[in-house]
């Protein structure tokens, strides 16, 4: 280690550091000593290699192909690799698991098996029978944007969802609009409907009485944003402004204003929800609401794998807050 540190030019302390992934140092730092110990050939000892394989994450999801997926996995990922954590994706558990107490505790017991210390839900239900076999083997589950909000026995991240919904209606209706759509999630989903209940909110506050007929529920998809899309867009009184659930609605509202031959923003105004690297490519850019995705993806991991220690988080429930990202695709109500 001294030699790796006197060819890097760095302390001991510091090679030490780049060797036990600590986050604490710079990139160029790591890279010089990540090259000098390439260079002379240095390998960690071999307890310290088994005590690096035997620490797995396992993040369970089942919306692998979106941004907002691929944009929180970053987090989880910068994260396990910056512990020197192995990191495993599972699909949520089929039937059996979800409704057998019997069948959920070997599934877990062959995790704990294998290495795993946690496991990070990543928007999806975790259902009771799981939780119950995760408390007895006392393997940490946390859950990102969780479906179900009220579960106490679960340590969860999100974001101000309410606060975020409230701000993007806010946003067109000081634009001037005032016949705004929402298309969202689906109702089981804590997140989208506490979106939504922003959204009333805003209305609410500014004197707006919601049409029924603008309001749809279904999925966090493009295909779900373009059927909606084309629904509402095609309404004798069509609305001004769509206020969508995710970024993936909103990009499928656009596709639906562009083949109806509807300007956005000249003749309807769209925001998004999550702010994902898409809303930079679509045309016109899309006006969205920021979540700290990757955030939540460092911070699960650091939970789980504290509470892995024997160290529990000071908040059970941690809500991070959401800003409003202004682009193109939101402007002044028409004229006409």
Do not use: C
């Amino acid at each position: 280690m001294a030699d790796v540190a006197r060819l890097a030019g760095v302390s001991p302390a510091t090679a030490s550091k780049v060797l036990n992934g600590r986050s604490d140092v710079g990139a160029n730092t790591r890279e010089l000593v990540l090259g000098a110990m390439a260079q002379i050939g240095y390998k960690p000892t071999a307890a310290r290699h088994e005590r690096t394989r035997d620490r797995t994450i396992v993040t369970v999801l089942d919306i692998v192909e979106s941004r907002y997926a691929g944009t929180v996995l970053q987090g989880i990922l910068v994260a396990a690799t910056s512990a020197q954590a192995e990191l495993l994706l599972r699909l949520p558990p089929d039937e059996p698991l979800s409704t057998s107490r019997t069948a959920a505790r070997v599934w877990m017991e062959e995790q704990k098996a294998s290495g795993v210390v946690g496991i990070v839900a990543l928007a999806v239900a975790v259902p009771d029978s799981m939780i119950l076999a995760a408390e007895d083997l006392e393997v940490p589950i946390v859950t990102i944007d969780p479906i179900d909000t009220t579960e106490s026995r679960l340590v969860s991240i999100g974001s101000t969802n309410w606060a975020g919904g409230r701000s993007a209606t806010e946003h067109v209706i000081g634009l001037g609009h005032r016949r705004i759509a929402w298309i969202g999630g689906p109702l089981g989903s804590a997140p989208s409907l506490e979106r939504f209940h922003g959204y009333q909110a805003a209305l609410d506050s500014a004197g707006v009485t919601p049409d029924r007929t603008l309001i749809r529920h279904e999925a966090f998809s493009v295909e779900a944003g373009l059927r909606h899309g084309h629904d509402i867009l095609a309404l004798g009184e069509r609305p001004t402004a769509v206020v969508a659930g995710n970024d993936e609605i909103a990009v499928g509202v656009l596709a639906a204003a562009k083949e109806l031959r509807i300007t956005v923003p000249g003749e309807l105004s769209v925001t998004g929800f999550d702010d994902t690297p898409q809303t930079e490519w679509t045309t016109p850019r899309l006006t969205s609401v920021r979540q700290p995705l990757v955030g939540m993806g460092r911070m699960a991991v650091e939970a789980v794998l504290g509470m892995a220690d024997g160290v529990q988080p000071a908040f059970r429930h941690l809500q991070l807050a959401t800003t409003l990202s202004v682009r193109d695709s939101t402007g002044p109500v028409p004229l006409s």
